[in-house]
Nanobody, 123 residues
Framework: QVQLVESGGGLVQPGGSLRLSCAAS????????MAWYRQAPGKLRESVAT???????SYSEPVKGRFTISRDDAKTTVYLQMNSLAPEDTGVYFC?????????????????WGQGTQVTVSE
C-alpha cells in the first residue's frame, strides 16, 4: 500500500509564501513522476508543476517564476515552494505520484493522489 500525506497549506496574504510537502510512504518505491495539481472552487483540477526522477521539471504558465517544485528521493517527498502568492492561487492542492513498487521481484504500478491541502490567499 502507498499513502500520501500532504502538509503546509493555510491562509496567507497576497504576496506571501507557503511551502507544501507530500510524503509518500510504502516499501520499495520507485517514483518516476511527482506532481502538484490544484482545484479552485467551481473549476476543474489543473496541473501546477511536475518533476521527474531525472530532475526535469515543468510548470503551468500562471505559476512560472513564482513556484518551485523539488523532491527528496531519500524521503520520497515532493515539495512545492510558492512565492508571490495571489488570490487566484487559492484552491485545494493535491500531490500525485506515479511509478512502481516491488513486491518481491514483481513491479506493481503506483498511481496515487494525496488527500489535498487547502491554500487560501486573501487579505
Amino acid at each position: 500500500q502507498v499513502q500520501l500525506v500532504e502538509s503546509g497549506g493555510g491562509l496567507v496574504q497576497p504576496g506571501g509564501s507557503l511551502r507544501l510537502s507530500c510524503a509518500a510512504s510504502g516499501s520499495a518505491l520507485s517514483l518516476d513522476t511527482m506532481a502538484w495539481y490544484r482545484q479552485a472552487p467551481g473549476k476543474l483540477r489543473e496541473s501546477v508543476a511536475t518533476i521527474h526522477s531525472s530532475g526535469g521539471t515543468s510548470y503551468s504558465e500562471p505559476v512560472k517564476g513564482r513556484f518551485t517544485i523539488s523532491r527528496d528521493d531519500a524521503k520520497t517527498t515532493v515539495y512545492l515552494q510558492m512565492n508571490s502568492l495571489a488570490p487566484e492561487d487559492t484552491g485545494v492542492y493535491f500531490c500525485y505520484v506515479y511509478g512502481r513498487r516491488f513486491v518481491g521481484a514483481v513491479p506493481v504500478v503506483v498511481s496515487h493522489w494525496g488527500q489535498g491541502t487547502q491554500v487560501t490567499v486573501s487579505e
